[in-house]
């Protein structure tokens, strides 16, 4: 993930906009070494920012361990060097302790799916909390699944609210030999709730089906239907880590989901010394 010197030098501001008080007072001016480690079992993360943050305030990297490596209670995730160790110490925690519960909730959802359907994907959407989409999608990735969706500008997803303004689920069906030539080189996703629509979009002809909130019984009967016919088919709405298997046993070729990105968790023991 590439982060730029602008978003780099935000996240210092927002933590240290000017001084630490606390490091005047007690007039600190050795260099230290700072060392971070889980408390938990978890999936790596976040390693390439907190090494541009470690640049950026001139420290020394000592030991950066390999994100999307699964590492146990007690491991080492990163060590660096230098006067500004105070700044990062913070920084950096709060980064970890957030990526590191997406990348290890997202790694526990996509083995629980995987070991039903090793075809399977696990993809999640644009739904991230404001202002952390990178570190999220970062944490996603080495976690093993994809995002759904980055932006509105990459991929075409009908829901409801597109055909409300377009003028009905009728003039859809009705022109869609047109739109799809109109997108020669993208998939058409639409989104759906019922198998009596879903019927429709496999007759039409669309690339993707995604049920949203679509029961157990009724998602494997649409799979059934739209493998034969060579369509992909997705599920969404409410599936997390405690339900993903029931939705893997159906079939579906995918999973969207919003779960890893609010998970909590991740426990990170920081030490600084003295040099």
Same mark, same amino acid.
């Given at each position: @993930?590439?982060?730029?010197?602008?978003?780099?030098?935000?996240?210092?501001?927002?933590? @240290?906009? @000017?001084?630490?008080?606390?490091?005047e007072?007690?007039?600190?001016?050795?260099?230290?070494?700072?060392? %971070?480690?889980?408390?938990?079992?978890?999936v790596?993360?976040?390693?390439?920012?907190?090494e541009?943050?470690?640049?950026?305030l001139?420290l020394?990297?000592?030991?950066?361990?390999?994100?999307?490596?699964?590492?146990k209670v007690g491991?080492?995730?990163?060590?660096?060097?230098?006067?500004?160790?105070?700044?990062?110490?913070?920084?950096?925690?709060?980064?970890?302790?957030?990526?590191?519960?997406?990348?290890?909730y997202?790694?526990? @959802?996509?083995?629980?799916?995987?070991?039903?359907?090793?075809?399977?994907?696990?993809?999640?959407?644009?739904?991230?909390?404001?202002?952390?989409?990178?570190?999220a999608?970062?944490?996603?990735?080495?976690?093993?699944?994809?995002?759904?969706?980055?932006?509105?500008?990459?991929?075409?997803?009908?829901?409801?609210?597109?055909?409300?303004?377009?003028?009905?689920?009728?003039?859809? %069906?009705n022109? %869609?030999?047109?739109?799809?030539?109109?997108?020669?080189?993208?998939?058409?996703?639409?989104?759906?709730?019922?198998?009596?629509?879903?019927?429709?979009?496999?007759?039409?002809?669309v690339?993707?089906i995604?049920?949203?909130?679509?029961?157990?019984?009724?998602?494997?009967?649409?799979?059934?239907?739209?493998?034969?016919?060579?369509?992909?088919?997705?599920?969404?709405?409410?599936?997390?880590?405690?339900?993903?298997?029931?939705?893997?046993?159906?079939?579906?070729?995918?999973?969207?989901?919003?779960?890893?990105y609010?998970?909590?968790?991740?426990?990170?023991?920081?030490?600084?010394?003295?040099?």
């Amino acid at each position: @993930m590439f982060y730029t010197y602008e978003e780099i030098d935000r996240l210092i501001q927002e933590d @240290m906009s @000017m001084f630490d008080l606390t490091k005047e007072l007690l007039e600190i001016d050795i260099k230290g070494k700072i060392s %971070f480690y889980t408390r938990k079992d978890t999936v790596v993360t976040a390693n390439n920012l907190i090494e541009m943050l470690c640049k950026r305030l001139d420290l020394k990297v000592n030991f950066k361990e390999k994100n999307k490596k699964f590492i146990k209670v007690g491991d080492r995730l990163f060590e660096a060097e230098g006067e500004n160790v105070l700044i990062l110490w913070k920084i950096a925690q709060n980064i970890y302790e957030y990526a590191l519960s997406v990348s290890t909730y997202t790694y526990e @959802m996509v083995q629980k799916a995987k070991n039903i359907n090793p075809n399977i994907e696990i993809l999640t959407t644009r739904k991230v909390i404001p202002f952390t989409k990178k570190i999220a999608l970062n944490a996603i990735i080495d976690g093993g699944a994809y995002p759904h969706r980055i932006t509105t500008t990459e991929t075409i997803l009908v829901f409801d609210n597109y055909i409300n303004l377009y003028g009905g689920w009728d003039k859809f %069906f009705n022109d %869609f030999t047109h739109l799809k030539h109109k997108a020669v080189e993208k998939k058409w996703v639409v989104e759906c709730e019922s198998i009596e629509r879903a019927k429709k979009l496999i007759e039409i002809g669309v690339d993707v089906i995604q049920l949203d909130k679509v029961d157990i019984d009724t998602t494997k009967k649409i799979v059934d239907i739209a493998h034969n016919k060579n369509i992909k088919v997705l599920s969404a709405g409410g599936i997390n880590k405690e339900n993903i298997e029931e939705y893997a046993k159906t079939g579906v070729d995918g999973i969207v989901t919003t779960a890893p990105y609010f998970a909590k968790g991740a426990d990170v023991r920081v030490v600084i010394d003295s040099l």
